[in-house]
């Protein structure tokens, strides 16, 4: 059997009298795995429904699992179950059905539906839009609901069932399916559409699990709804977390995704997804999995760099993952000290050593011997206090001795004469007497700001300032009078505007 074969959930759907191509029912196609051992056919699914786990939608699956041609595909299916995933086609959709309208002169006040079978409107003046609709969703039978104005716009794509066709789309459907019989097998024209580099599917109930990006997508938003383990990832996204950890000063991300596989025991080449199985050996891959606790399914992320700009990058990355997948409960404040904190950190380019606080915070005692041989690790006695990864305030305890702020200053660089002429009279005020002393400053407006559930403290400012230091109530900075520069003694050199 290598023609076209017709699949009905009931005889009575399409009787065979209707049409010259064999008519089977759903149930029969999933029972009889030898039906069409010897031949390629091409099938023409109209189940009455191709909801997820429908008998339509397991029979358009097992159809691509057996290599047979068939319409609608499992991804149409899925993608026409809701805006969101057909979303990516509206663009050219829109342009195309525009088009259209423009060049039959077609008026329309009101919202109005456009019936298409395989490809062919019934409203001849959408013709091009109806192959165009076919192209990218290969479904036997779709109404498209649009809105009409300057420009039309598509409001709803939804299959129709062959049992629900009334007022002459019956037998304006039945001539549509023979015209698509009589054509070739064309195969989907390839789309440009993102793909997952790695995807975790894991549902105990489902044996045969989605076989598409759109049916993954899908699979995750119903599978969130149940509690499973689903996550996809794509390469797009993955190129994003580069760039994230680049900004922070490292050279790239390595990653390696576990696929396939029942433990890291029986972990194999094929299996891991990563440029590293070109420079690591299989135990190496297992052992690296080992020592990060990772099973299979997991994606590893790895920065090569300085402690501080690993550090830096992997603290950014953990951050966006967790926003990005939901890991962090936004009901929950989780308010935390952070403490010793390094007193120097070095400055590569300036090959220098910089306070990482300020300068004037006081070490630890024990660490003070340290600064002559192992600045870096001096511990400064400074402290944070996070909630929820920001930073709510800030302080240290402060240097009250003469001789340990000189010193602090050596070893930042500082001459003795720099030391003298910018910070002389701090030094000698030390010398009457000054008790410890230390403080902390509370950013009380991002405490306000996750209270409300925002992002940015702008939203909870009265009179913020834009991202480009604009104040928006005044104006400001504004042009300033050449009296106040010359108050100031301050020159502008270059052209007025």
Request: proline fraction near 5%; glycine fraction near 6%.
């Amino acid at each position: 059997m290598t023609g076209w074969v017709i699949l009905v959930d009931q005889p009575k759907d399409l009787p065979n009298a209707e049409t010259p191509h064999k008519v089977i029912t759903t149930s029969e196609y999933l029972a009889r795995p030898r039906l069409f051992d010897m031949g390629r056919p091409k099938l023409v699914n109209l189940s009455r429904s191709y909801a997820y786990q429908s008998k339509g939608y397991y029979a358009s699956l097992l159809a691509e699992a057996r290599g047979h041609r068939i319409v609608p595909t499992v991804e149409t299916m899925l993608e026409l179950r809701e805006a969101k995933l057909y979303e990516h086609a509206l663009p050219d959709l829109e342009d195309e059905l525009n088009r259209c309208v423009r060049k039959a002169d077609y008026q329309a006040e009101a919202e109005f539906k456009i019936f298409i079978c395989f490809g062919i409107a019934r409203d001849q003046r959408f013709d091009s839009f109806g192959r165009l609709l076919f192209d990218w969703f290969r479904c036997p039978a779709l109404e498209v609901t649009v809105d009409p104005g300057q420009w039309f716009s598509i409001d709803r794509i939804r299959p129709r069932t062959v049992t629900r066709l009334e007022n002459g789309e019956g037998a304006f459907f039945r001539e549509s399916l023979h015209q698509h019989t009589k054509r070739e097998w064309r195969d989907p024209k390839a789309r440009s559409l993102s793909k997952y580099d790695l995807a975790v599917l894991y549902d105990p109930n489902e044996k045969m699990a989605p076989s598409s990006v759109s049916s993954m997508k899908y699979f995750a938003r119903i599978a969130e709804k149940h509690s499973v383990d689903v996550e996809p990832i794509t390469r797009r996204q993955l190129d994003e977390l580069t760039e994230l950890v680049k900004a922070k000063g490292a050279k790239g991300l390595v990653t390696i995704g576990l696929t396939d596989g029942a433990s890291i025991d029986t972990l194999t080449e094929t299996s891991v997804k990563s440029v590293m199985t070109k420079f690591m050996t299989i135990d190496q891959l297992k052992s690296l999995a080992r020592s990060l606790d990772a099973k299979m399914g997991d994606l590893i992320l790895i920065v090569a760099a300085d402690s501080a700009t690993v550090n830096a990058s992997l603290s950014q990355l953990r951050v966006e993952l967790g926003k990005r997948l939901n890991l962090a409960r936004k009901d929950l404040m989780a308010f935390a000290f952070v403490t010793d904190f390094p007193m120097f950190e070095w400055k590569e380019e300036e090959k220098r050593w910089d306070s990482a606080h300020h300068p004037f915070t006081r070490p630890f005692d024990e660490d003070i011997p340290l600064m002559d041989t192992a600045p870096a690790k001096v511990r400064g006695n400074s402290y944070d206090m996070v909630c929820n990864g920001y930073e709510l305030a800030s302080g240290s305890i402060r240097i009250h001795d003469r001789d340990l702020q000189s010193k602090i200053f050596q070893v930042l660089g500082y001459t003795q004469a720099d030391i003298e002429l910018k910070f002389g009279h701090m030094l000698r005020a030390f010398e009457y007497g000054t008790p410890p002393h230390g403080g902390i400053a509370p950013g009380i407006d991002r405490l306000v700001m996750l209270l409300c559930g925002e992002e940015s403290i702008r939203e909870v400012i009265a009179y913020p300032k834009t991202q480009s230091a604009i104040d928006v109530m005044t104006g400001a900075p504004d042009v300033v009078r050449d009296e106040q520069l010359r108050d100031l003694h301050i020159k502008v050199i270059g052209d007025k505007e």
